[in-house]
């Protein structure tokens, strides 16, 4: 069975700092692993995805996530916070069927 | 053209109406889905299509009625619902396969009164 655990639901930066936002999943199978944003009424968006090859992922916005097998993770991270990074971050996991197993979703503050 | 559009953006229903949300994409996508997402919590998985055909159904009561007439549509169809269904109800659309990616509509904000 598949799960995925998001350490954290709300995260606090100032802008300019480093962001990182914490997931965990687990899976019986090399999992698929995105991250998605949703800001506030919307949709959700792809920042990035890992599917088989280069363990760290580069995604849009100037966001990146690496995935680390020996820790079951695939952690969020941006070098440099700005104000429109403000919105909820979802981690998701998949294996061989079109079913995605979210995580609880980390609310991300930005303080000027 | 690389979105899947929603409509209504905003619906409200009393108990007794029936009512349809709407759902579109152009990207020969062949998996669709709809999901139900409540105020501060992630997307719940209700219903996913794979080529025109329900594939999975997460338990879903029948008062969400799901169709997909063509490659390109999938509508969602309510009868008596209740004040608990009031939600965001999100489409997604993808190419078939565990690996691909889950594009999403902006979603219907749904009131039950």
């Known amino acids: 069975a598949q799960s995925v655990t998001q350490l954290g639901s709300h995260v606090s930066v100032s802008e300019g700092a480093l962001v990182l936002l914490r997931c965990n999943y687990s899976?019986?199978?090399?999992?698929?692993l995105f991250w998605y944003v949703q800001y506030p009424n919307q949709g959700l968006q792809l920042l990035l995805k890992y599917t088989t090859g280069a363990t760290l992922v580069k995604g849009i916005n100037g966001f990146e996530a690496e995935f680390k097998k020996s820790e079951t993770s695939f952690h969020l991270t941006k070098p440099s916070a700005h104000m429109s990074d403000a919105a909820e971050y979802f981690c998701a996991v998949s294996e061989n069927f079109n079913k995605f197993y979210f995580g609880s979703g980390t609310k991300l503050n930005v303080k000027p | 053209d690389t979105e899947v559009t929603q409509t209504p953006k905003h619906l409200v229903m009393g108990m007794t109406n029936k009512k349809s949300l709407k759902c579109e994409q152009h990207m020969g996508h062949r998996a669709m889905y709809w999901y139900k997402q409540k105020a501060k919590k992630p997307p719940e998985l209700m219903f996913v299509y794979s080529y025109e055909k329900l594939s999975i159904n997460e338990s879903v009561p029948s008062r969400f009625s799901p169709e997909c007439p063509n490659s390109s549509l999938l509508n969602l169809h309510l009868h008596a619902l209740q004040p608990e269904d009031s939600a965001l109800y999100l489409c997604?659309?993808?190419?078939?396969?565990?690996?691909?990616?889950?594009?999403f509509g902006p979603g219907t904000r749904l009131l039950v009164l």
């Open positions: 997604a659309s993808g190419r078939v396969g565990g690996q691909e990616t889950q594009y």
């Open positions: 899976s019986s199978v090399p999992p698929y």
